[in-house]
């Protein structure tokens, strides 16, 4: 059974810092790229950083950008992990773990159930 359970969300003040963790099961974890994105109130889903499957590369949407730093282990085969610093308003949302892999043309993607975080003094 697959899962993607992310943790570590909360509350946070602005110019704080948060980690949120997304672990993986019931598939091979190294062989998919990972996301995260999130859904601030009222807004559409909003995609806001990717690693490849092997971590060899990472990209992060410009609200972000320097503030955020996603990183996997797939040693661990479980764990993913985001450090969010400098935390704003706008920041705050659900944030959603995805998993994405296409084989032979043919997207697959894993989705979890979200963690939320609030940004407020």
Not at 93 to 102: E, I, K, L, P
Request: hydrophobic share 35%.
């Amino acid at each position: 059974q697959v899962q993607l359970v992310e943790s570590g969300g909360g509350l946070a003040q602005p110019g704080g810092s948060l980690r949120l963790s997304c672990a993986a099961s019931g598939f091979t974890f190294s062989s998919y790229a990972m996301s995260w994105a999130r859904q601030a109130p009222g807004k559409g889903l909003e995609w806001v950083s990717g690693i490849y499957s092997d971590g060899s590369d990472t990209y992060y949407a410009d609200s972000v950008k320097g503030r955020f730093t996603i990183s996997r282990d797939n040693a661990k085969n479980t764990l993913f992990i985001w450090q969010m610093n400098n935390l704003k308003s706008d920041d705050a949302g659900v944030y959603y773990c995805n998993a994405h892999r296409t084989t032979w043309g043919i997207p697959n993607d894993y989705w979890g159930q979200g963690t939320q975080v609030v940004v407020s003094s």
